[in-house]
């Protein structure tokens, strides 16, 4: 299936996007820009607005302060720029996770358009981000792909990096940012979207602009997920309740892939409340430094640094039919822990991970045979202290979202056609990674189809 569909990308879009030239409304003057949502995307979007000359640019950021979940990413952002590495490459990795199976969700394809502008759009993107002063300086092969191309990094430092120009451009009175301000209603005219109403401090107000929905994912509402994945813990935030899409199908644009959330399978669990419905990931980079998972058998059970989250996922029985997955342990040896200091200091702060003497001390404390949690950790295991916590299955991304093409323009339920004013990027538009997301492409989706709405809108010029 992924080799049928990996030809279709190739039918489809037989060369990787292009860097994106210097846009004609920057010297034409572009139109009024409103952007829904400040994480990566929406900074984005906004940023890519003022640079193509929009007259006015409105940043709405429901929340007190900016950064939504991007703020909460904790690993990096792919890019293609290494030799031997290529964008078709990396395409064939996304393809390959968008149809990996092992759990019972709705069958769901990435748009092979999308995928193209994904991968042929990452290096253009790396460049952007760095001009603005991010400092990308390790690179690791993250899981499910067959190249280095993961750009370590923390979400809340692009969220910083890009809000802090966002800023500059506000003093200077090219864009606004408007803090505690929820969207309620996309305005419309002659078929056209052309604003947005939104609450902020007891007042409803009116923003007019070609509109931008950055407004993030819907994993937080319940309703909105499949019954296998409804009970599961979820590591976003509140607030990440599909507001944006029902804005957009409001204005008569089209969904793709409903209910469609990626399971990642290490989200810790809180020894003070196990139960809790909110949890904090453990980074993929914790697996790819070298911690390994075991089962209650102190035995590993997967390949923690080649299997996709799915996969993994699956093994653990994320998706059997009780939703009760087995007991699962995030360990860590010496060299692992060390390398991934920052990571750890911060779990351990919470709580969430405890240093062990011995593997003999764990394996007691754990309640596993001693020898089977050594052969777990191989030669690591007499290296000294070890560091471990409990991990679950957790609900951690919205694949599905408001239907977009190639240009992040948010098309209609009807006919097909692109809604005019209307465009969309992030976790709040779907269709881009299929069943399952790379490690990496988070960020990545949020800045390529950012940039792309962002200009998109500007060129709208609906007012």
């Known amino acids: 299936k992924t080799a049928a569909f990996a030809q279709q990308l190739h039918r489809a879009s037989p060369a990787p996007a292009p860097c994106l030239p210097p846009h004609p409304s920057a ?3 572009g139109g009024a820009v409103v952007v829904i949502g400040g994480g990566v995307a929406g900074l984005s979007a906004a940023l890519s607005a003022v640079e ?3 007259s006015k640019v409105t940043l709405l950021e429901r929340e007190p302060k900016l950064g939504g979940n991007s703020g909460k990413a904790s690993y990096g952002i792919n890019a293609v720029a290494a030799s031997g590495d290529s964008a078709e490459a990396f395409a064939e ?6 149809t990996a199976s092992g759990d019972d969700a709705p069958a769901a394809q990435a748009d092979p358009a999308l995928v193209r502008v994904l991968a042929g759009g990452s290096s253009d993107a790396l460049e952007w981000l760095q001009a603005f002063g991010m400092k990308f300086e390790e690179v690791v092969q993250g ?24 800023d500059e451009y506000a003093k200077e009175g090219r864009a606004e940012v408007l803090k505690g301000a929820r969207a ?9 979207v052309c604003g947005v109403r939104y609450e902020r401090e007891g007042e409803t107000h009116e923003v007019r602009g070609a509109v931008v929905i950055c407004s993030g994912g819907f994993s937080a509402n319940t309703a909105a997920l499949p019954e296998s994945r409804a009970g599961l813990p979820l590591t976003q935030g509140p607030w990440t309740l599909g507001e944006g899409s029902q804005l957009a199908t409001g204005a008569g644009a089209a969904l793709v892939d409903e209910g469609q959330v990626q399971v990642h399978p290490t989200a810790f669990v809180d020894p003070k409340n196990p139960s809790a419905k909110s949890a904090i990931l453990a980074s993929e980079s914790l697996r790819q430094a070298g911690a ?4 209650s058998e102190g035995r590993r059970f997967c390949d923690e640094r ?12 994320a998706f059997a039919p009780d939703a009760k997955p087995m007991p699962v342990w995030l360990v860590l040896p010496p060299k692992t822990a060390e390398a991934e200091a920052g990571h750890i200091g911060f779990y351990c702060s919470k709580g969430l991970l405890a240093k062990h003497d011995t593997v003999a001390d764990l394996a007691k404390a754990l309640g596993v045979p001693a020898q089977a ?23 951690h991304y919205s694949l599905g979202g408001v239907k977009i093409d190639a240009s992040a323009r948010a098309l209609a339920a009807t006919g097909g056609a692109p809604v005019p004013g209307l465009f969309a990027a992030g976790e709040a538009a779907g269709g881009v990674h299929g069943r399952n997301r790379l490690a990496g492409n988070g960020l990545l989706e949020s800045v390529v189809f950012g940039r792309l709405a962002g200009r998109g809108a500007a060129d709208a010029r609906v007012v």
């Open 292 to 295: 390994v998972l075991v089962n």
């Open 27 to 29: 010297m034409a003057g």
């Open 306 to 317: 080649s299997d996709i989250a799915l996969t993994i996922a699956a093994k653990m029985g």
């Open 93 to 98: 990795d996304i393809l390959a996770a968008a």
């Open 143 to 166: 899981a499910g792909s067959k190249a280095p191309r993961l750009r370590k990094t923390m979400g809340f430092q692009l969220v910083m990096t890009l809000g802090k120009k966002l």
């Open 373 to 395: 949690l050594e052969e777990s950790l191989g030669a690591a295991a007499s290296e000294g202290p070890v560091v471990c916590g409990e991990v679950a299955p957790a609900v």
């Open 52 to 54: 193509a000359g929009a």
């Open 184 to 192: 309620t209603e996309l305005v419309t005219a002659g078929g056209e």
